[in-house]
């Protein structure tokens, strides 16, 4: 994909909206186009963290291993940030994220992500709503769970 290609999906990001087209331009140039075929992992529950991926085109879906069990927790497509959270706790992965079909992503590393966090704070605040949007969605999935356990338990 051309770089002008590569900018104009980046524009498309709600984290990166507001950013001048000449930075991401940069931040493309400075990232690795990454290609997983159908079944590859992104990444694995309990790994460093290093990077961060944009999925650019494709599916992957996001499990997470609980009681020796595997747990659905969210599809992904084309235009999703995944990985950030790892890198912003500075943490293991907390998740597992494995290619549905074959995604194409940009590899952003922890150092060029936090470079644009301390250029562009907007993406910092873009950042903070994201998370609270998964935490809402994640809190709202909990009470339902629970919800659903006490149902079962009283009949």
Do not use: M, W
């Given at each position: 994909m051309p770089l002008?290609?590569?900018v104009e999906t980046l524009r498309k990001v709600p984290l990166f909206r507001g950013i001048e087209p000449a930075k991401l331009k940069l931040l493309a140039f400075?990232?690795?186009?990454?290609?997983?075929?159908?079944?590859?992992?992104?990444m694995r529950q309990g790994e460093d963290a290093s990077c961060a991926?944009?999925?650019?085109?494709?599916?992957a879906e996001i499990t997470r291993e609980i009681n020796?069990?595997?747990?659905?927790?969210?599809?992904l497509g084309a235009n999703n940030f995944v990985g950030e959270m790892a890198i912003l706790m500075d943490?293991?992965?907390?998740?597992?994220?494995c290619a549905k079909s074959q995604v194409c992503?940009?590899?952003?590393?922890?150092?060029?992500?936090?470079?644009?966090?301390?250029?562009?704070?907007?993406?910092?605040?873009?950042?903070m709503r994201v998370?609270?949007?998964?935490?809402e969605t994640t809190t709202a999935d909990l009470i339902r769970a629970r919800s659903a356990g006490q149902t079962t338990a009283e009949n």
């Open positions: 002008n290609d590569e400075t990232s690795e186009r990454t290609t997983f075929e159908a079944g590859q992992y992104l991926y944009l999925i650019l085109e494709g599916e020796g069990q595997s747990v659905f927790v969210a599809a943490q293991p992965r907390s998740a597992t994220v992503t940009l590899k952003i590393t922890k150092d060029c992500f936090f470079q644009l966090i301390d250029d562009f704070p907007r993406i910092a605040i873009e950042l998370l609270a949007h998964r935490l």
